[in-house]
């Protein structure tokens, strides 16, 4: 055991210049509270001023290109992010594996390239809900996640999240149970991957998290932190958060 949960937040394509107050105040509270990593994925326009204003709080981006360069308007990489402040990026999110097309073996090469950039990685799995009603959600979670693993993952560079697409956004989250049960399948398929260090691997839980929820959720032995959207747009909502992972990081010390 012993792995430090990890709290980040997830602006999506939320946040202008005038939210920049909030990265430091959500900076305060991270140094409030140094038991428990904290960041912030911020939208690329705000990573470089964002990382002047981050206080404890680290700043990550939410996607990267796979390669370093090149003919790919639009894009960013990984090199490029770490050059504006980033020190994590999200890969394969849901939002991006659907809408964008994304694809298991894209997420692994976007992670790899994270990694070579010196970025630390969130990669992002899930189920939808037809696939949790057929009674298939840890298997089909736990290929996808097999699928977008990079062969050298370590607990060092890289955390899972998984986050039911279902519950993103909409205020549903899964069963305690639920969720207990899916970390452990996804912890004992790390395993199958890469042994002993799937003990050390943070493995997030995302999808409707908040102050109300997220002392419950942290409590689940295999949950180690949060990937947050909405309750982490503002430090007043974000903070309950990071406040519950202190509290579960005391109770297991
Ligand atoms: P949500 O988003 O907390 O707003 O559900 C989580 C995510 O998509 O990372």
């Avoid at 899930?126 to 996808?144: C, N």
């Avoid at 995302?206 to 409590?219: E, F, I, K, R």
């Amino acid at each position: 055991m012993g792995r430090r949960k990890l709290v980040v937040g997830n602006w999506k394509m939320n946040g202008m210049r005038a939210h920049l107050d909030e990265v430091e105040a959500i900076g305060r509270v991270a140094a409030a509270h140094p038991s428990v990593e904290v960041g912030l994925c911020l939208p690329a326009t705000l990573i470089m001023a964002g990382s002047e204003r981050r206080g404890a709080a680290f700043i990550g981006g939410q996607n990267c290109h796979m390669d370093i360069s090149g003919a790919y308007t639009g894009s960013l990489s990984a090199e490029m992010l770490a050059e504006a402040g980033a020190t994590w990026v999200i890969t394969g999110h849901s939002e991006r594996r659907e809408a964008r097309g994304e694809t298991n073996a894209d997420i692994a090469s976007k992670s790899e390239a994270a990694h070579k950039a010196g970025i630390n990685v969130i990669l992002c799995v899930g189920e939808t809900l037809a696939v949790r009603d057929a009674g298939k959600a840890e298997q089909v979670v736990a290929d996808q996640l097999l699928a977008s693993l990079p062969d050298d993952a370590a607990a060092d560079w890289l955390a899972v999240a998984y986050e039911p697409i279902w519950a993103i956004g909409t205020g549903r989250i899964p069963t305690l149970e639920a969720v207990a049960t899916m970390h452990a399948a996804l912890r004992a398929a790390l395993a199958s991957r890469i042994g002993a260090e799937a003990d050390k691997m943070r493995i997030l839980y995302g999808g409707s998290m908040n102050g109300d929820n997220a002392a419950d959720l942290m409590a689940i032995a295999d949950v180690d932190g949060g990937l947050v959207g909405g309750a982490s747009l503002s430090a007043k909502k974000f903070a309950p958060i990071i406040e519950a992972a202190e509290q579960r990081m005391a109770a297991a010390a």
